[in-house]
């Protein structure tokens, strides 16, 4: 595996045919359910199909999620996506999530950006929403570097890890370019073993 080849692979956003938009709360809000699905410990296959299934119920909005409650999330759901081993802790925290969303924010991921100070408190402020794990929290961010003002995480200590393996310097490439992301989404897969099918040229 060569360096040129990790912007090869698609971005998570884009295997899903998300074509992020920092000022559309619709598609921000698929995102942000993606980044959850994504960073619960279950093969990326069954988070894709979570999606999918997620997208079948016409649960993409916060209130909707919210107005169908913790006991359907789970089942069917959850269960018809493959995430047999979960509870209705993992349901709770996203039906949790969403309220939290529109109590706060009126349901508007633009408004949580607006509203925060910078990238830290950005950041904070999307950990404050349960159910969010880092791990998520830095997927979202990420993806959105070149597109939000305020979106600037710190690379995942796997990031560097595989960067130093490649010999690749990342401090050279400018963080909020897309080419910093790609590489950043290219060095996880090669650290999760995840050799997705490439982008088409």
């Known amino acids: 595996m060569h360096v040129k080849d990790l912007k090869t692979f698609p971005l998570f956003s884009e295997e899903l045919g998300i074509a992020l938009n920092g000022h559309d709360d619709r598609v921000l809000f698929k995102w942000l359910l993606a980044s959850v699905l994504w960073q619960a410990d279950v093969a990326p296959e069954i988070a894709y199909r979570g999606f999918r299934t997620f997208e079948r119920h016409h649960l993409l909005e916060p209130n909707r999620i919210v107005l169908a409650g913790a006991a359907f999330i789970l089942h069917p759901v959850l269960h018809e996506a493959g995430y047999l081993r979960y509870d209705g802790f993992f349901a709770r925290n996203l039906v949790d999530m969403c309220q939290t969303l529109q109590e706060f924010y009126q349901g508007s991921l633009v408004r949580l950006h607006d509203m925060a100070s910078g990238p830290v408190d950005l950041e904070c402020r999307l950990n404050a929403l349960r159910g969010f794990s880092r791990p998520g929290v830095n997927l979202f961010l990420r993806e959105l570097r070149t597109i939000w003002s305020k979106a600037d995480p710190e690379p995942l200590p796997e990031v560097w890890q595989m960067a130093e393996k490649f ?11 897309l080419e910093f992301v790609r590489l950043e989404a290219g060095l996880l897969r090669l650290h999760r073993g995840r050799f997705l099918r490439r982008r088409a040229q």
Do not use: A, E, N
């Open 167 to 177: 010999s690749l310097d990342l401090r050279k490439v400018p963080r909020r370019s």
